[in-house]
Nanobody, 122 residues
């Protein structure tokens, strides 16, 4: 059973950048499709990007397409999310997740991290 720990969140100004990391332990990451999700207060959890076991295919939500880049390093058991051109509406708790299908739906994922907070000041 894989455990996931996110890091890299913080406070950034509008237009700034952040890179989130998610380290897997307790087992290898490579068998799993991985996803990034976010949840703002009072809103449903939103799937924003997903990547298959070997790095392809990759999908993005329309809300982040062209600004965010997902990647993975299976040798390091680490998932990344490079976030550029951040907007106030990107502020949320960001979660990584591991599952067995490439999907932006939370129910497709069995394992979840605790989240890292991203705050974007206007």
């Amino acid at each position: 059973q894989v455990q996931l720990v996110e890091s890299g969140g913080g406070l950034v100004q509008t237009g700034g950048s952040l890179t989130l990391s998610c380290i897997a332990s307790g087992g290898p990451m490579y068998p799993y499709a991985m996803g990034w999700f976010r949840q703002a207060p009072g809103k449903e959890r939103e799937g924003i990007s997903t990547i298959n076991t070997r790095g392809s295919p990759i999908y993005y939500a329309n809300s982040v397409k062209g600004r965010f880049t997902i990647s993975r390093d299976n040798a390091k058991n680490t998932l990344y999310l490079q976030m550029n051109s951040l907007k106030p509406e990107d502020a949320a708790m960001y979660y990584c997740a591991a599952g067995h299908s490439v999907s932006l739906l939370p129910q497709s994922y069995a394992y979840w991290g605790q989240g890292t907070q991203v705050t974007v000041s206007s």
